[in-house]
Structures are given as structure tokens and as C-alpha cells.
């Protein structure tokens, strides 16, 4: 059983999501804007957006349902939003560890995963940001929407009733960790490329060679390679 609710305008739907679960025991429930004024992303990090140009969707999901790592539902669901993004597009859309969407070397999606108990179930909060209809973004120099790198328009709307419709229906059918770690590494962006990397202020030339079970990325230098969770590296793109 699955619920959808819509918010004309809202803070963050990752916050906001938590009232609808009280009164609410289905195995998935979504909230959706295209209005999000305070979104949230990893680490702290804030999520912009343009009023009536993007979607901000969150995903409620008990963790009873699902036996797998935080580390391997992260990956699963980036994966999914993956796909969904480039059936839908017929473009070649990848993942930036650890959860990012990029497309055509511009980040569209920013994804946030937190764990919650509310209500006594303990859930899955699945929060992403997807840029739709934007066209300017002034001094973020890695980002663009949908419309910018495919030239196409999407119906908000529409969109976002696909997505849900897809993504739980994918969460329904979890497949093995391994087959899960094989189609993340296939998608990783920037995998098996030369690329820039910073850490400790220095940068510095590595190359991308897999994400693994433990959330971390496996990028090798000149004097072999290096393991780095998220924030202890930035790939520069």
C-alpha cells in the first residue's frame, strides 16, 4: 500500500514528511513540491531550487522491509533514479559517488538519505532534489536540469507520478548485493578516467577505479591505490 501527497510550498519535504507518517501505516509515502524553500542536502549541504521548475520528492519506507547495509540502500536507490532518468531521457546518465545524478557532466540530482523513528517504525527517508524545467544557475558552475541538457520539457506533474510509480516498484524487487554493487560500479561516473581530485587543499591526478560494500571509493594515484569516504576527497568535473 502506498500514499501521495502534494505540498504547494514547503521547507523540505524530508522534514515535512514526518506529520504525514503519523496518521499513516502503508509501506511507502511520498511527499512532493515544486515549491522547496529550505531543501537540504548531504553533509549540511543546501539544496536551491526554482519555484514551479523543480521537483523536491521525498520517499518514506519502512526498514523492516529491506535487509540490506544504509551503505547498499544508498546505492540501490541512486541507482534506480538512475534509470529512471535515462529511460527517460534516452541519455547516458551516470552516478557520482556516492549518490549524485549527472548528466552530460552537469549534476541534476542531488539525493539525501536519512534514517528515522517515527511513530515506532523505524523508516527509510529517501529525499531528492531534481532539476526539471530550470535554465539558469548563476554561480553553480556544475549544475543543470533536464531541460538544460536535453533540450526537452517535462511535465512536472506527470514526472513525478512516473517516478514514484517506478521507484516503488523497484524497491519491491531489491535484487542481490552483488548484482546491486555491479550496476553502481557500471554507472559510476567518471570510472576507469583520468580526473582531478582534491583533498587536504592539494590537488591532485587519480583515476576512479569502484565504489565498494563499505561506501567507500576506490581511486588509484601514482603510488597505488586509496580508499576515501565521502567528504575525505572531491572529485573536480
Known sequence: MSQLFYLKECPSTNDEISRFLLYENSDFVTLYTFNQTKGRGQYGNTWSSTAEKNLAYTLAVKTQNFMLSDFMFNYYTAIVIRDYLANLTENNVKVKWPNDIILKNKKIVGILI?????????????GCGINVLQEEFDEISNAGSLLTQTGKRFDLEEFTLNLNEFLIERLKNIPSEEEIMNLFNSNL??????????????????????????GELLIEFEDGLQSFYHK????LY
Do not use: C, H, P, W
Open 232 to 235: 575525505e576527497i572531491k572529485l
Open 114 to 126: 536519512e534514517k528515522k523513528k517515527i511513530n515506532q517504525n523505524n523508516y527509510f527517508i529517501i
Open 189 to 214: 561516473f567518471r570510472k576507469d578516467e583520468i580526473s582531478v581530485f582534491e583533498m587536504n587543499k592539494t590537488r591532485q591526478n587519480g583515476i576512479i577505479r569502484k565504489a565498494n560494500e563499505k
